[in-house]
């Protein structure tokens, strides 16, 4: 994975929301690939908590207690979805 020294101001990061000026990745986004070119999202690097978990083999971000209320409407999804897998 690319790491980018400078944010694309012209966009958020999709996790803390903000476009401040720190290192970043491109995230590929599912189901956008076309001949080999995909649609990407950028993120902060301070902001990925990327987990695995090796029992199910599956990676995860984990969201800090300073995001659970943004994402509150996700939570239960989530946990239903992993609760199935």
Known sequence: ???FKQFN????CFICNTNENKPCV???KDNTEDDGIEE???VHIDCINLRYNPE????YQKVS???KTKFKSL???LKKLL???
């Open 40 to 42: 990407a999202e950028q």
């Open 26 to 28: 491109l995230i590929p």
């Open 65 to 67: 207690n300073k995001w």
């Open 1 to 3: 994975m690319k790491i």
């Open 75 to 77: 939570n239960q999804p």
């Open 56 to 59: 199910i083999n599956f990676f």
């Open 9 to 12: 101001t012209s966009g958020n």
């Open 83 to 85: 609760i199935k897998l």
